[in-house]
């Protein structure tokens, strides 16, 4: 039994004489009790994932228990030996996962719509939206910064958040603290702005960076802090092991970590779909780096474990994990490394104390000094109820889910011909499931062998209802590297007075700018990944393109 802000806690236990098929519900929060209505929540996300169990049950004519589901996870397969391929798990795991995108996500079909952009944004379930709905409903919330009730009940609702939050990612409370943001990139940029460079440190980079880890480096400038940029190895797109060695060199001998720099790269590219090692955050810290890991496309569909892995800062946005709220993202920090960064300003709900009669403030000692404003807290309580959504139907369940899916995808799209034999697609990255998630970045070739314009396919995608995205993405690091761009050549344009993006392609000599990326998620099956080869083949197979009348880019 644990006490916390008035509240007795009593942990929690889901037991079954008989397992419902996964995904199964692996655990409740055990560290706070929850406030009445969120238990109510709770307890209806609960519920609607059992009832769709039971839909599987009741019209199945076969009982996919857990057992038979983990020995099907567990098989190694032709892609790589790591991934279950889809005769032997997916079409059992699949059948589950249709139920639910029926009960939870049927808007998809009722609308025609093949969604394709899970790591721009996850899809939010029925009941997620109904729990908000209830929880709005049902009880009064105020602005946190007051000690009135409606006050009081939500700041309750976000301290729980927090803790859940913590638990979730398997990190001590005493050692990390969770700062809400925006987004991902809000997270970035506190500890840009807060963090300390100097001449005497290095910020390290990697080629595969979103251009919101990128913009640390202005930053560092202003602070006359070198930067290094880490080269991915084409065609996989892994990160160059040997030469992120050398970029971790420290500038000067050092005593204590802290005098090093930031080294900063994502768990999984958001172009690519590439995982990269997480063995990288130790190694770093090992050389003296305080690490930032932009965990924004990794933790829908993996499990991220901060007692095994300890980045100093690591970053997400939730809408990108289960869809809703949007919004809200966040900055897990480890508190040691708190106390290291310096905010350029303060704000409201970040001190405790001001004076305009002198040149003074005081800001507070707990993570509210790194979140500027009123929170949002109607969302924030969302995050939780996020949460207990993924954590009843399992992120392992998620995971292998996702994988069966984007590795039955990755294998249409590899076998694409036209009619002569020439390929139609070039994929990028990792050509088996190895090292690589649930997301596909391609370029679609013509008979000639000439790439297709990416934004003959944004075009015509968006009118076959076809979410998928096109362009680089905000990663211009993978963009050069596909692309194969040198330095040499792109220094060339650094005065040009190029009127357009498309005159500064046409001078880089590229028929297209970007690629295509499709990702899949939750609520994907197989369908997805038919409708999109069958728009392929019945547009582009034997076809001959041209640029001519489209409209001109207006960035990358």
Known sequence: MRKLDGLV????????TSPPPPPQFNHTFDLVCAPNDLRREIKFVETMVTR???????????????ASFESASSRTSRRGGTEATFVEHGEKDEMWFVRLRQAEYGYLDEQNQVYLDFTGAALAAKSQLRAFQTRMAGELYGNPHSQSPSSAAATKLVDWTRTAVLEYLHADPSEYAVIFTANATAAAKLVGESYAFGPRRKLVLTFDNHNSINGLREYA??????????????????????????ALEPRRRILTRSFTGLFAFPAQSNFSGVRHPLDYVAMAQSRGFDVLLDAAAYVPTNELNLSQVKPEFTIMSWYKMFGFPTGVGCLVARKDALKRLR??????????AVSVGIPWHRMTLDESAFEDGTLNFHGIPDVLIGLSWVNRIGMSSIHEHVQVITAYGLDRLQQARHSDGK???IVYGPATMKHRGGTISFNLLDQKGKMIDERIIAEESADANISLRTGCFCNPGVGENVFQLQ????????????PSIDEYIRLLGLSSAGAIRVS??????TRDADALMHFIYDKYRDRITSSEGLASRTRC
């Open 9 to 16: 806690c009593i942990p929690s236990d889901v037991t079954s």
């Open 52 to 66: 769709a169990s039971e839909a599987f049950l009741k019209d199945s004519d076969e009982n996919l228990d857990i």
């Open 221 to 246: 400038k202003k602070r006359r802090c070198h930067t290094t940029y880490v080269p991915s190895v084409y065609p996989d797109l892994t990160i160059d092991h040997a030469a992120l060695q050398r």
């Open 343 to 352: 905010r350029p300003w303060f704000s409201g709900g970040t001190i405790e």
């Open 423 to 425: 390929p139609m697609i």
């Open 487 to 498: 330095v040499k050549t792109l220094r060339g344009l650094l005065w040009s007075r190029s």
């Open 520 to 525: 899949f998620g939750i609520a994907s099956t």
